[in-house]
Nanobody, 114 residues
Framework: EVQLVESGGGLVQPGGSLKVSCAASGFTFNYGMSWVRQAPGKGLEWVSSINNGGGITSYADSVKGRFTVSRDNAKNTLYLQMNSLKPEDTAVYYC????????RGQGTQVTVSS
């Protein structure tokens, strides 16, 4: 059974930084992974993806240059480093096995507010 458990969310001021993590289990962690988010009252939005080896990454225009995705395959863990956070980044962040977020964890809340 695929299990994805996100952690590390919280409240941060605009301009601040936060790093969220995703612990994966129940499947071979050698596939591409993604982060998606859902802001209040909105649908799922793709944020970033990383290939199985970690050498190829992609980002939504809204986060490019501010967010960095990475992974540690030895620990079956996916990360998202978020810098220069904006209020519009407020959302529940999910790790997922695809860009659509079809299989995702329970999410971690990130709130950017002063």
């Amino acid at each position: 059974e695929v299990q994805l458990v996100e952690s590390g969310g919280g409240l941060v001021q605009p301009g601040g930084s936060l790093k969220v993590s995703c612990a994966a289990s129940g499947f071979t962690f050698n596939y591409g992974m993604s982060w998606v988010r859902q802001a209040p009252g909105k649908g799922l939005e793709w944020v970033s993806s990383i290939n199985n080896g970690g050498g190829i990454t992609s980002y939504a225009d809204s986060v490019k240059g501010r967010f960095t995705v990475s992974r540690d395959n030895a620990k079956n863990t996916l990360y998202l480093q978020m810098n220069s956070l904006k209020p519009e980044d407020t959302a529940v962040y999910y790790c997922a096995t695809d860009r659509a977020g079809t299989h995702r964890g329970q999410g971690t809340q990130v709130t950017v507010s002063s």
